[in-house]
């Protein structure tokens, strides 16, 4: 084992050796120095993880982020000796693992360097605490981008950045405030026009650096457990992100609802104050679809109980909002009062359910019920505990949970000491290793409940705090932020990140948690939220009795925030088939500028616009009295959603920013699907959908998915995917559908509307019979026609 001169006696770093022997089970191959080991896993042509046992025993291989479903694929490999290295290649990527010092070089089919050790793996022994420190480092390439690493409040592009990974309670953060709530240990890099990703998956606290400490290296280490990560290889930054997803595990499909409006207030009280806002919204024609209890409606902020003096019929409410169209989702928080009196008290103190200290004693701290208990989430017992007990908030007629403080956070002490003791499934471990995962599975096993209990319909659920993976379980929002214009710009760069980071379901308080925002700020955060997966009004505003729902700025604010929450309800379809998307292939909903085009040097380093799904691109205004807005728009052909003015892209367009438009564009060729106006989800039966097509003469593809929208009737079949081609020249627009699936939807036709048609159509043809136009059609530009639902192809001429 070779050693570097010490400057203090903890900073010993220790490398590798030499390898003098290798073996190849199966997928796995290991390479042997004087007391390392090297295992490498095949898992698919394009990704391999590399885990290392320092000192030559393996920890156990478990991992609360990876998916269950996880498999090899049966692919070809095979390995070669060279004279420095031995190469192990798949069809898309070479592995070299260096025979003198086991560093790794990953080079494409080109040979092209993709990833490689800088000083690769080493340790250092963690005298004080025990176990050891597990480091990587890897070379910076010539003109490297690095983005991802979860809810970051900072710039996208995370070149000379470094960041940590220690969820904690970040009550009113700030720009460049770390850590915060989530713990995602994977990024991106990007050079060269090659993609790849590096999921680090180690609980313990992480850290991550891309070229701040030392320029020329991106390293990333953890204070315990094993050095063990995924490599993933794109080229397309996209493809990594879905292999990323899938790896991680892809999310069920929500119910629809949850992809309405919601609307939420720390905290609404007493019940009638909730029935109030509810009616509030219908009268006044808003859209909304759900209505959030935060912490004040429980008996003395005991979880699963209800105030019997601000909430004595949950029942009844929950029934009497229900007719109104409002789903009530409530709040729970991992801190269980202390209390001989209170049931849940009483069975985990009975069960030992309850985290303890070193010592023996219970993990005691204050949170709002006072003094506290916490249950020990990494205990599969205790989760399944802790799961049925969501029977009863679903008998009440809750149909979403809300998971709060769940970093977890303590006042005074900010989180658990690290001699906390945990089960961390049947491997005993102190808080150290535990905290990154608490809220994780507190959310794991509060979904597993919810699911079960609102059997047959699907389940909502949302966490602050959460590891890798959590998307197949839960949604999430990025906490306690600020009514400032900066927080709306870090908002939309955060649910950006998160989406990225394999969490596409992803929001922000809207107009801000702490503060007042003014009409202004609210409304422009609105509309930026319009376009984010979760979009929820939250504030504190309990003690100010200040109120942040949409009408509270005056009539021409809540005139807009009506457009926009009409807008949200009528692209439910288009949102719908990205989360399928989504949900199917692991494809982020949100996509930063660079990850829809790499290969375009100029969107490496923006984040002020972004995709949502294959067609929309939105460029929040985020600042006060702005006039107009510059936007980058990448190759190809855009309309401006508001006018339909055509743009050419490549280049930075100037767009004028009155207070009821959000830049908005529509990339050339796209299908837009698109419900009537509705103010809940279920309201009405739709009779018409309908499709707006975006002329381009380049064959474009656009997609809808439908299903019942809540059940689970799509996993028998009960869906369709409906494929649209449009192949179009300067005189006729053609449209093809084809569509798989047997769900029987309720609408009867389509109105069609195509955008930008550069000719005067006077007929058109539906699955070969022509039929002349109606006169109000002849112009140039917008062409409007219905068709039955089951047409094939469509001709405009
Ligand atoms: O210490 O439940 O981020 O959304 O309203 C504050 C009260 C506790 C923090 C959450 C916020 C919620 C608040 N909670």
């Not at 080079?107 to 050790?117: F, H, K, Y």
Request: aromatic share 16%; glycine share 8%; proline share 5%.
């Amino acid at each position: 084992m070779q050693t570097i001169v010490p400057e203090n006696k903890y900073s010993i770093k220790y490398f590798p050796d030499k390898i003098q022997k290798w073996e190849k089970e199966g997928n796995f191959f290991y390479f042997h120095t004087s007391e390392t080991i090297l295992e490498v896993r095949i898992i698919s042509d394009k990704v391999i993880r590399f885990r290392y046992a320092a000192d030559g025993i393996f920890k156990r291989d478990f991992s609360y982020a990876v998916s269950p479903e996880l498999k090899e694929s049966i692919i070809a490999f095979q390995i070669t000796e060279l004279e420095d290295v031995f190469q192990i290649s798949t069809s898309k990527i070479n592995v070299l693992v260096g025979k003198e010092d086991l560093k790794i070089t990953i080079t494409d089919q080109s040979g092209q360097v993709v990833n490689q050790d800088e000083m690769g793996f080493h340790w250092q022994y963690y005298l004080l605490k025990g176990g050891k420190i597990v480091y990587c480092s890897k070379q910076i390439q010539e003109g490297e981008s690095f983005f991802g690493v979860g809810d970051k409040p900072t710039e996208l592009n995370l070149r000379s950045k470094r960041l940590e990974n220690f969820g904690t309670d970040s009550y009113g953060f700030k720009k460049d405030t770390d850590p915060l709530y989530k713990n995602i240990p994977f990024y991106y890099g990007l050079h060269h026009g090659i993609g790849y990703g590096i999921f680090f998956d180690n609980t313990f606290r992480t850290l991550f650096d891309f070229g701040q400490e030392r320029p020329e290296a991106a390293s990333y280490w953890a204070r315990g457990g094993q050095m063990n990560y995924y490599f993933i290889y794109g080229p397309q930054l996209l493809e990594v992100a879905e292999q990323y997803t899938r790896l991680t595990g892809t999310p069920e499909l929500p119910p629809l609802w949850a992809l309405g409006y919601q609307q939420s207030r720390w905290s609404y009280f007493p019940d009638t104050r909730v029935k109030e806002i509810a009616q509030e919204f219908r009268s006044r024609h808003l859209p909304c679809d759900a209505i959030h209890l935060d912490i004040d409606y429980m008996e003395g902020f005991r979880c699963f109980t209800f105030s019997q003096e601000n909430f004595p019929d949950p029942a009844a409410l929950t029934t009497e909002l229900a007719a109104m169209g409002f789903k009530t989702v409530a709040i729970i928080d991992p801190g269980i009062k202390v209390d001989p009196d209170y049931w849940i008290y009483q069975q985990g103190i009975e069960k030992g359910y309850f985290c303890k200290r070193a010592d023996g004693a219970l993990m005691e701290g204050d949170v709002w019920p006072g003094k506290c208990v916490f249950p020990d989430f990494t205990n599969p017992d205790v989760r399944k505990w802790w799961s049925q007990l969501f029977k009863k908030m679903a008998d009440l007629g809750i149909r979403g949970i809300w998971n709060d403080m769940n970093e977890p956070a303590v006042f005074e002490i900010g989180t658990f000491p690290e001699d906390v003791r945990h089960d961390y499934d049947g491997d005993n471990c102190s808080h150290r290793k535990a905290h990154n995962i608490y809220g994780h599975l507190m959310s794991m096993a509060t979904a597993e409940g919810v699911k079960k209990h609102l059997m047959p319909h699907r389940p909502f659920v949302i966490t602050r705090s959460c590891y890798a993976g959590a998307q197949r379980w839960t949604s999430v929002w990025t906490g306690d932020n600020l009514a400032t214009w900066e927080h709306l710009w870090l908002a939309s760069v955060m649910v950006q990140r998160l989406s990225i980071s394999g969490i596409s379901f992803a929001g922000s308080d809207i107009g801000g948690f702490i503060g007042e925002p003014d009409g202004e700020l609210y409304i422009r955060w609105l509309q930026l939220a319009t376009f984010h997966p979760f979009m929820r009004t939250h504030s504190a505003s309990n003690e100010t009795n200040f109120d942040q729902d949409p009408w509270s700025f005056g009539e021409k604010i809540e005139h807009i925030a009506r457009k926009f929450l009409g807008l949200r309800y009528r692209l439910l379809p288009y949102l719908y088939t990205t989360f399928w998307q989504y949900a199917a292939h692991g494809t982020p909903m949100l996509r930063p500028l660079c990850f829809v085009a790499q290969d375009d040097p100029e969107t490496h380093y923006r984040d002020d616009a972004f995709m949502l799904g294959d067609h929309l691109l939105i460029s929040p205004v985020n600042q006060a009295a702005m006039k107009s807005k510059d936007v980058y728009l990448p190759r190809g052909e855009w309309y401006y959603y508001w006018n339909d003015r055509k743009f050419e892209g490549g280049e930075t367009v100037t767009i004028p920013t009155p207070l009821n438009e959000i830049p908005l564009f529509v990339k050339a060729g796209a299908v837009i699907p698109k419900y009537p106006h509705m103010e809940y989800v279920g309201e009405k039966r739709i009779i018409e959908m309908t499709l707006h097509v975006y002329y381009s003469d380049q064959a474009a593809h656009s997609i809808l998915y439908e299903d019942a929208g809540d059940n689970y009737g799509h996993l028998e079949g009960q869906y369709n995917v409906i494929r649209f081609k449009q192949i179009s020249d300067a005189n006729q627009v053609r449209l093809k559908k084809k569509y798989i699936g047997n769900f029987k939807s309720d609408y009867l036709r389509y109105r069609i509307i195509f955008h930008g048609v550069p000719f005067e159509a006077t007929e058109y043809v539906v699955d070969g019979k022509v039929r002349r136009l109606g006169a109000r059609n002849f112009a140039v530009g917008t062409v409007k026609v219905v068709v039955d639902r089951v047409f094939e192809e469509i001709i405009i001429r």
